[in-house]
């Protein structure tokens, strides 16, 4: 069985101004896998993190569930807590009540039972979640120009420039392009090649 955590952000009063945060925690509780649910006036706080660290240990959790604030925010907060307290970063589910619920509504009942309906959402899928590991893959830094018009070759020499190695593709047997079958070009008239 997997063993859930679910923690619900106040974010001051931008989450809980609208959302009846403590409901939403208890609420939480009932989810099939949830073993352990609060509530917790910032979350990203460094009180809060610590709350994350604890509870994992002492309720043997294997994922976490946090809701607060926009992902782009704090998800990567919040990973490096599950990697710090040894669990895997990649069992962690964020689910949006500030932006996508709190800010948009003003009745603090439907606000709550959405939040409610986010936190199910987000528990449903971090059971899902299977564990991921980083991996490293080297890049050679080498370029592929296709074409040897004058385009092409400009920025062959460009990237060369840069001290990246280049290969040119051209189908045709000579470089140029267009550019090599004018006889003279304007303004100058000078011979094209």
Known sequence: MKRVGVFICHCGSNIAGTVDCEKVAQAAKEFPNVVFSTDYKYMCSDPGQELIKTALQQHNLDRVVVASCSPRMHELTFRKVMESAGANPYLFEMTNIR???????????????????????????????????????PVTKRALVIGGGIAGMQAAIDIADAGHQVVLVEREPTIGGKMAMLDKTFPTLDCSA
């Not at 996508?100 to 003003?106: A, E, K, T, V, Y």
């Not at 936190?119 to 564990?131: F, G, L």
């Open 99 to 137: 932006e996508h619920d709190s800010w948009i509504h003003s009745d603090k009942d439907k606000a709550t039972e959405k939040a409610i309906d986010l936190v199910r959402m987000a528990v449903a899928k971090v059971v899902k979640n299977v564990p991921l590991q980083k991996s490293s893959i």
